[in-house]
């Protein structure tokens, strides 16, 4: 229960007499909230506080750092949460109307690299919209591993042929030459932007990487579906959401619709409609799952974005308290409270 909550500083709860599960272990709890991130660490160090939650806490490479530094003192574990990065494709620009092309893309980027290299492994390949979390998951999606032999044959089935310079030419003449873009700042997208324009660029793509200011570009380019190309962005998914505002045909944002709706791609399969449709009246839970289940393999067969991973939140805490269970979902780290004690 709470017993003291001061805005901006500290909520304090303490052990509930009429709670009915398990008795906690502690008699009280002190959540404070601490903004910036090089006091938080310095707090935690001098034991001001015990543990940081990973929600609002350290960003993924801080915990890094931390972590081989005090990984002797204090547990880090790196859970998968609700924070889907992905690609949009603007699926209006010829270059990307066909499947077998935007298949190619997937297949031409090696993404368990990617997170190797920039986030040590600790953020997981997407290959869905769908957290792996959520009971809906299906894990027979289909999948994009690396496969550049692969990719040259997707490239060549759509009329794409190497040009002089190594630029993939479809029958038209037409380079197939992209515009990458995502928000102006973030050091994080901007190398991962680098990376990519790399892997596409042995596959015969030519990017061109162009970053606006987040209030540009979620406000007009993105909202007005102004980019030309791709833009790299990600939604926070939530358990069990059906994706209309995303994926169906209907919210597609036009000047005559005051620009509302989220499917800023421009996809329309009548297939997918349905299956949105379906899922939202559906009560039956097998039939959901169902219904869920050839969602994703009709979105990870269209591909009108490119899934790259989920972010990781980085929650901390020291090596003589176990018990901590972080959800990785909507729940807080707490909703197992009482399952938390002093180790021994």
Request: charged share 30%; proline share 8%.
């Given at each position: 229960r709470?017993?003291?909550?001061v805005s901006g500083s500290h909520i304090v709860l303490e052990r509930n007499p009429t709670w009915y599960g398990a008795e906690p272990w502690f008699d009280r709890i002190v959540v404070r909230a601490i903004e910036n991130t090089a006091a938080l660490e310095a707090n935690l160090l001098s034991g001001e506080i015990d543990m940081i939650d990973g929600g609002l806490g350290m960003s993924l490479d801080q915990a890094l750092a931390f972590e081989r530094r005090n990984g002797d003192r204090f547990t880090v574990?790196?859970?998968?949460?609700?924070?889907?990065?992905?690609?949009?494709l603007m699926l209006d620009n010829p270059l990307l109307a066909d499947r077998r092309v935007r298949q190619a893309l997937l297949y031409a980027i090696d993404r368990q690299t990617l997170v190797?290299?920039?986030f040590a492994g600790r953020q997981p390949v997407a290959d869905t919209n769908v957290h792996p979390l959520d009971w809906v998951y299906d894990p027979e999606v289909p999948r994009y591993p690396y496969d550049p032999e692969r990719a040259a044959e997707l490239f060549a089935?759509?009329?794409?042929?190497?040009g002089p310079d190594g630029i993939l030419v479809d029958r038209e003449g037409r380079r197939m030459s992209l515009e990458l873009m995502t928000t102006a700042g973030n050091r994080t997208r901007e190398l991962v932007e680098q990376v990519l324009q790399g892997m596409w660029r042995r596959a015969g793509v030519e990017i061109t990487i162009r970053n606006e200011p987040a209030r540009v570009f979620f406000g007009e380019t993105v909202a007005k579906r102004r980019f030309t190309g791709m833009a790299m962005f990600a939604w926070i998914s939530s358990p069990e959401n059906p994706p209309r505002s995303t994926l169906h045909s209907e919210e597609i944002p036009t000047a005559e619709n005051g620009w509302s709706g989220q499917n800023y791609?421009?996809?329309?399969?009548?297939e997918m409609d349905a299956l949105?449709?379906?899922?939202?009246?559906e009560l039956d839970r097998e039939k959901r799952r169902r219904l869920w289940s050839e969602l994703q393999r009709l979105y990870a067969t269209d591909l009108p974005v490119l899934p790259l991973y989920f972010r990781a939140n980085p929650h901390i805490w020291p090596k003589w308290l176990?018990?901590?269970t972080p959800t990785g979902h909507q729940a807080p780290t707490t909703l197992w409270i009482e399952n938390w004690r002093r180790r021994g």
């Open positions: 709470i017993t003291e909550l574990r790196y859970q998968p949460g609700l924070v889907y990065e992905h690609i949009e190797d290299q920039l089935e759509a009329g794409f042929r190497p791609t421009g996809y329309r399969n009548p949105i449709d379906a899922i939202e009246v176990e018990g901590v």
